[in-house]
């Protein structure tokens, strides 16, 4: 890591991969796979979303990294998006990123985080602790940048460990197993195509969010060219072999009846793993774990609304810095959106919400590598996506399958079902949208104001 006094702090390959891991293994996998029992028990299908999951996740990574390396510059899809197709579209996505891609995310690892706590002491307050730990590590990310990098390092190093330990106990210590055979004997390819696995696919894919990371933070990395394609490939081959790990140690030792619906799948494994005392003090590890994720996400997401701040007269405040360099102004602007969300508490429309606005920014970003090719074919790409055409293609076409099965799923839910009074979650995706797009038409007014008072000032003569 090279640094100067204040603000100049260049991090390198481990730390940039460590902020990729830690913002990948989060909430979605200790939470996830309760809702996935919803759509199908069958532990093979489950097993193979996981991996079509990371499919979608490395193929993504290998175009990140090509991006990445052509414009090297912090923002992720904001920036990439406005140079691509239109600043508009940029701001859209960028917008999106505060609200969305970051501030809900930190939201639902901390209301996961106190989840797990209250499970294994009733008395304390879930909501509290969750807005408890939120504040201390905003704090933190908005005192230094330094101390932000040393506190991620640990915790991402801390949660590798603790997943693999819990992998290994996964494997040699329960007394009784689950059957797989008969998963084997039940598995049907019709099951891949069925809207459960689609919907399914959503919460994994939230699990894999993340591989993007380090594209968010392009102007605080040494080297950017080379070293953001291989933070992104090598993060995304990690948490991939982890997660089909992780996922078959919980599938093989607890019945899935236990698991279905629950949010704190990781300490109902526990407990039958190790053992109701063991088992509790696990749980308190998987809550520890969450605070890496926090702390990335709490770092990485106001690098996004701090370019923006930069490119737009509005937001102009966001791109405020402290003297050790941190944007303190977007840091408490994502925390008081990730507090708003805490206190709402319903995890499941949170989730869902986030993952189809960030698939579809990711879906138009992946696309964008085929114009950006066209539009500047004289570029220089440091790093060109392996596999190309093909990796973008299987990215775009189950992403799309994802998305339409998922507003899918909220129609029914409103219209056939009645299950709900309104399409919450597209309902919440596209005012998010269009929100976005009314804030960069009212910056364009003020910044077309400015110019023609300045033109009439001058033909007046003053």
């Known amino acids: 890591m090279n640094s100067n006094k204040y603000g100049t702090y260049k991090f390198g390959l481990t730390t940039a991969s460590a902020f990729v891991i830690a913002n990948m293994i989060g909430t979605g996998v200790f939470t996830s796979l309760g809702f996935q029992l919803l759509g199908t028990t069958n532990i093979i299908s489950i097993l193979l979303l996981w991996l079509v999951g990371g499919i979608i996740a490395l193929c993504g990574a290998l175009v990140y990294g090509e991006l990445g390396a052509v414009m090297p510059r912090s923002g992720g899809e904001y920036h990439y998006l406005r140079k691509i197709y239109h600043p508009m579209l940029g701001f859209m996505a960028g917008w999106a990123s505060l609200i969305v891609g970051f501030a809900a995310p930190v939201a639902l690892a901390c209301m996961a985080l106190s989840s797990y706590l209250a499970r294994v002491f009733p008395i304390l307050n879930p909501i509290m602790v969750a807005l408890s730990v939120l504040t201390i590590i905003t704090i933190i990310h908005a005192y230094d940048v330094k101390a932000g990098g040393a506190v991620q390092r640990f915790f991402t190093f801390f949660k590798i460990l603790v997943i693999l330990g819990f992998i290994v106990c996964g494997l040699a210590m329960p007394v009784k197993y689950q059957n797989f055979s008969a998963s084997f004997s039940g598995f049907s390819w019709n099951d891949v195509f069925s809207t459960g696995f689609a919907v399914s696919l959503v919460w994994v894919y939230y699990s894999y969010s993340g591989w993007n990371a380090s594209a968010y933070m392009a ?244």
Do not use: C
Not at 268 to 276: D, E, K, L, M, T
Not at 406 to 430: A, H, I, N, P, Y
């Open 219 to 462: 102007n605080e990395i040494k080297n950017p060219q080379r070293t953001i394609p291989r933070s992104l490939f090598i993060s995304t081959l990690v948490v991939t072999v982890l997660y089909l790990f992780i996922n078959a140690v919980f599938l093989l030792s607890t019945p899935a009846a236990e698991m279905t619906g629950q949010l704190e799948v990781g300490l109902i494994a526990a407990h039958h793993i190790f053992g109701q005392t063991l088992g509790n003090m696990a749980g308190l590890l998987i809550a520890l774990l969450l605070i890496s994720s926090i702390s990335s996400m709490v770092f990485l997401g106001p690098r996004v609304s701090q370019v923006m701040g930069e490119d737009t007269r509005i937001l102009r405040p966001l791109a405020k810095k402290s003297e050790r360099g941190t944007p303190y102004v977007s840091i408490w602007v994502q925390y008081f959106i990730s507090a708003l969300l805490i206190i709402t508490n319903s995890f499941e429309l949170v989730t869902k919400y986030t993952g189809i606005t960030l698939s579809f920014f990711a879906l138009i970003t992946v696309t964008g590598i085929f114009v950006h090719r066209h539009r500047f074919p004289n570029a220089e790409r440091p790093y060109k996506t392996w596999g190309y055409p093909v990796t973008p293609i299987i990215f775009i076409l189950l992403i799309l399958w994802s998305i339409v099965y998922l507003v899918r799923e909220d129609f029914l839910r409103t219209f056939v079902e009645g299950k709900q009074d309104v399409m919450w979650m597209s309902l919440m995706s596209l005012v998010t949208l269009v929100t976005g797009a009314l804030i960069y038409q009212a910056n364009r007014w003020v910044i077309n104001r400015k110019i023609n008072y300045k033109l009439s000032y001058n033909r007046d003569g003053h």
